[in-house]
């Protein structure tokens, strides 16, 4: 079981940057795939990046590549993203997964999911 928890969600405005984080429980973090997924409002939920469990291998939407950057800490059980740039289009509730796939790029390949935390992006 892993519990996960977000944090360093909030309003900015376009062109700003935010970082967000989670933290987990559970002794086995370093085990899963790491990723951050997003939905707006109305829209399905959608991959945004992750950081595989070993190997440190990452990966990114194309809609965020060359702005956002995953990093992940096993020995405090945490994983972040830092968004640069920040558009409006970004505006969406962020969650954090746990995966035991390598590549967590769907939904229906997360194990875990946090409560999620709010990013609105005004323009």
């Known amino acids: 079981q892993v519990q996960l928890v977000e944090s360093g969600g909030g309003l900015v405005q376009a062109g700003g940057s935010l970082r967000l984080s989670c933290s987990a429980s559970?002794?086995?973090?370093?085990?899963?795939?790491m990723a951050w997924f997003r939905q707006a409002p109305g829209k399905a939920r959608e991959f945004v990046s992750y950081?595989?469990?070993?190997?440190?291998?990452?990966a990114y939407a194309s809609s965020v590549k060359g702005r956002f950057t995953i990093s992940r800490d096993n020995a405090k059980n945490t994983v972040s993203l830092q968004m640069n740039s920040l558009k409006p289009e970004d505006t969406a509730v962020y969650y954090c997964?746990?995966?035991?796939?390598?590549?967590?790029?769907?939904?229906?390949?997360?194990?875990?999911w946090g409560q999620g935390t709010q990013v609105t992006v005004s323009s």
């Open positions: 950081f595989g469990a070993s190997g440190g291998s990452t």
């Open positions: 997964a746990a995966s035991l796939s390598l590549a967590a790029t769907a939904p229906l390949l997360v194990n875990y």
């Open positions: 559970g002794r086995t973090f370093s085990s899963y795939t």
